[in-house]
Every structure is written in structure tokens, then in C-alpha cells.
């Protein structure tokens, strides 16, 4: 009787995991992606670093409207320090993403919820790409890509601090959403200068320090605008708050979160997309709603830094970066 109820309870949970995850990868996004007039996309890839927080190592590669080319920190240093000035939005994807699918995934972002979007002020767009690829049985994996999120958030914070970036626009989407929390969470402690990030939040996949996070960054400080998509409908959203409790961990979610913000009226627009956007966890489906589009849309409007137009240094134009 024993042994069946271990095989009942196994049996449950890897049911689980797939109906939860099984279909994130169903489907591909082109990577052909012609970037808006005057708008840059970069890529920041931290696979392989190890517990290594500094960005020297990390991977940097920029989008010539075809495909993406090596690039170094210092070129991208450039662009922020002394380039046009721009909206510097960084987005950080979900679980089960490897390095080809972050990209092409990261472009169907750009294309379908950025590029569409009027805007007074071109767009740097990031894509973060951190390693969640699947790496072991999935209960066992997601918790442990979970915690990870935690500690890439602190390296998203790191390298804001190490490019003197204190404005922008932040994206997180699902297990991102996580990324995202802890870098605004660390933060607070390694910016000295006045900081005004916009944040969107997509179906966010939260681990169980966000608790503590949140409630122990004062965020309102941090955030000029948070927009948080919900899905009631999303069944990764359900699935992971299954796999949370059979864990026994506990972790804010997207309808405790709201309350935990504790920030100052008119900031944090709540959006449910169930409608839109139906039960299926997918950033592409997310990207191309009203919901979506309007949260960016209200994001760039309100970003507020715009910085000097200094002469590009003529030794590295951004069309002349070097490549393998």
C-alpha cells in the first residue's frame, strides 16, 4: 500500500510538471527580426559564469537586424555612458529558455510589444539571458532554478550598478519576474544615485525569498511605475503554486504580490489578461496583448531619463563592432 502511494504521489507530481511546462517550447519564434529606426537590441548572456558576479565575464553580443554579433562589455559601456540618448529596457525571460530560444524569443518581445509601440525616444532593448534550461527532473529542477533566480537578480543589480544605470524600464516575465524582484531588491543597497524604474511584470513565477524582499525593499523609492500581468486562466501560474506547496515552500504569487508592493497610489496597475491571453504560458501570446502593449507603452512614457547627446566616438561606430 505504501509503495503505491509513493508511485500515486510520483506519478502526480511528474503530471503536474508537465501539464505546467510541457508545452513552453511547442512553438518557435522567428529570429528575423528588422530592429525600429535608430532602436538597438544587445544581448547579455550569463551562462556558464558560475557564482561569478561581475560582468567581465559575461557574454555580450548586438543585433545587426539579421542576426547577433559578438561585442564587448566596453562597447555596450559606451552606449550607455555616451551614446544617443535612449529608454534602456532590459528584459529577463522564463524558465526552461536556452540560449536559442532566449534570442529568439527576446526578438518576438522586441517585435511584437517595442517595435509596435509610438514612442518619443528611441529604444535600447536588452535581453537577459540566464541559464533555466532543464538540467534535471523537473520538481527537482524548477526549485533549484527558483532559488537561482534569486541570486541572477543579484547580478542584474550588479551590472546596473557597474553601468551607472539608475533609469530604465525593467521586464520580467515569469520566473524573470523573480530576477527582476531581487535585482530591485539589491538595489536599494548598491545605488547611491536617484533611481526611477519603470517595471512590467508578465504572469510572474516567484520564489520564496520574494517575501522577504519584498517587504524589506522600499520599493516605492525605487519604482516610478509597476505594471503587474496577471492570468487566473494560466496553468504554469496554477502548476507552480502546486509544485511550491508539495515542496512546502512558500512564495508570493501574482494575487499576493499586489498587496506586498506596498507602493504609493497610482504606481502599480494590476492587468488580468485571461481573456487576452487564455491558459497557455506563453511569452509570444503575452507580448502581442493590449495589455502587454499598453503596460510598455505606459512605461516609456513615463521614463524620464533623457541624458546628453555626446558625439559617438568614431573609432566604434555601432555598425562596426567587431565579430567572429
Known amino acids: 500500500m505504501k509503495l503505491f502511494y509513493k508511485f500515486a504521489c510520483a506519478s502526480i507530481v511528474w503530471l503536474l510538471a508537465l501539464i505546467t511546462f510541457g508545452w513552453a517550447r ?27 558576479l561581475g560582468s567581465e565575464a559575461f557574454e555580450i553580443n548586438f543585433y545587426d537586424g539579421s542576426q547577433f554579433r559578438s561585442a564587448t562589455l566596453s562597447h555596450l559601456s559606451h552606449e550607455l555612458r555616451e551614446g544617443e540618448p535612449m529608454a534602456t529596457v532590459i528584459y529577463a525571460h522564463g524558465y526552461r529558455t536556452d540560449a536559442c530560444y532566449a534570442q529568439k524569443r527576446g526578438l518576438e518581445v522586441y517585435r511584437n510589444a517595442i517595435a509596435a509601440v509610438p514612442r518619443p525616444l528611441p529604444i535600447r532593448f536588452v535581453i537577459w539571458s540566464w541559464q533555466t534550461e532543464k538540467e534535471s527532473r523537473i520538481p527537482k529542477d524548477f526549485r533549484e532554478k527558483s532559488d537561482h533566480s534569486v541570486f541572477e537578480g543579484q547580478r542584474l543589480a550588479r551590472f546596473l550598478e557597474e553601468m551607472g544605470l539608475g533609469q530604465g524600464i525593467l521586464i520580467g516575465y515569469s520566473m524573470g519576474a523573480q530576477v527582476i ?14 533611481t526611477a524604474w519603470n517595471v512590467v511584470l508578465v504572469a510572474p513565477v516567484l520564489a ?39 515542496s512546502h515552500r512558500s512564495a508570493l504569487d501574482q494575487n499576493s504580490l499586489p498587496s506586498a508592493l506596498r507602493l504609493a497610489p497610482g504606481k502599480l496597475s494590476v492587468i488580468d489578461t485571461s481573456h487576452e491571453v487564455g491558459a ?31 558625439v559617438l566616438d568614431a573609432t566604434v561606430p555601432i555598425d562596426k563592432l567587431p565579430h567572429d
Open 208 to 246: 520564496p525569498a520574494s517575501c522577504c524582499e519584498v517587504s524589506c525593499t522600499d520599493l516605492d523609492r525605487l519604482v516610478q511605475t509597476f505594471s503587474l500581468l496577471t492570468n487566473r486562466s494560466d496553468r504554469a501560474l496554477k502548476g507552480a503554486r502546486r509544485l511550491n506547496r508539495l
Open 26 to 52: 511547442h512553438d518557435g519564434a522567428s529570429a528575423n527580426c528588422l530592429t525600429a529606426s535608430r532602436d538597438q537590441i544587445w544581448l547579455i548572456s550569463t551562462r556558464g559564469v558560475g557564482p561569478c
Open 280 to 310: 497557455q504560458h506563453n511569452i509570444g501570446r503575452y507580448s502581442q496583448s493590449w495589455a502587454f502593449r499598453w503596460s510598455i507603452d505606459h512605461a516609456i512614457r513615463n521614463y524620464s531619463a533623457i541624458r546628453p547627446n555626446p
Open 181 to 194: 524582484v531581487s535585482a530591485l531588491s539589491h538595489l536599494s543597497d548598491a545605488l547611491a544615485m536617484p
